[in-house]
């Protein structure tokens, strides 16, 4: 079940076993875990809690869920955000030039410069476990040292490339999802509308 994963990165995403190794643990280590209180926080959902379906494949329009975050420490140049699947290793989003300062991503904003998710696109891939299946969605804020010069569209390997050995501080929140049915609109349910 549990991968080497370690301990400190286990504690963040919530305590049960990650079973993939995240962005996390590959390019910080525990010592910049939220270092000078920076933290990650979301008006849609609280750490550890369920993430609401608007934000996921169930639903027809859904958008990425709103993100906040505290100021990092002195010294950084640039904010990096990446989303991952810590049951299935499949990054859901990368997302980089955020601004080094307090600041937000808004319900479906589109952020400044984005790279490729599991699927080969730029966008927020949105989370879609198996039926019965809860899977655990870790949002990773990193500040870093230097601004990046990625082209949008990047792979998530060229970033973890780029952001190893730069990290100055990082923030984690967990959302959770368990797949369901997607309901069908019976045509029988309507009333007629003249």
Do not use: C
Request: charged share 25%; glycine share 10%; hydrophobic share 40%.
């Amino acid at each position: 079940m549990a991968s080497g994963v370690a301990p400190w990165v286990q504690n963040a995403v919530g305590g049960s076993p990650v079973g993939h190794t995240l962005t996390l643990e590959k390019v910080a280590d525990e010592r910049v875990l939220g270092r000078s209180g920076f933290s990650l926080t979301s008006a849609a959902f609280s750490h550890g809690k369920e993430l609401d379906p608007s934000f996921t494949a169930i639903e027809e329009d859904a958008v990425a869920p709103p993100l906040e975050w505290t100021a990092p420490p002195p010294g950084a140049q640039e904010l990096v955000l990446v989303a991952e699947d810590a049951d299935k290793g499949h990054v859901h989003w990368t997302v980089w030039g955020l601004a080094p300062q307090k600041g937000k991503l808004m319900e479906g904003e589109t952020p400044p410069r984005t790279g490729k998710n599991a699927q080969g696109n730029s966008e927020w891939l949105l989370p879609d476990p198996p039926l019965g299946e809860e899977h655990r969605y870790v949002f990773q804020l990193f500040a870093i040292d230097l601004p990046l010069t990625l082209m949008p569209g990047a792979t998530h390997e060229e970033l973890v490339r780029n952001l190893d050995g730069h990290v100055t501080a990082a923030a984690v929140l967990t959302a959770r999802f368990e797949g369901h049915e997607v309901e069908e609109l019976d045509v029988d349910d309507l009333d007629d509308v003249d």
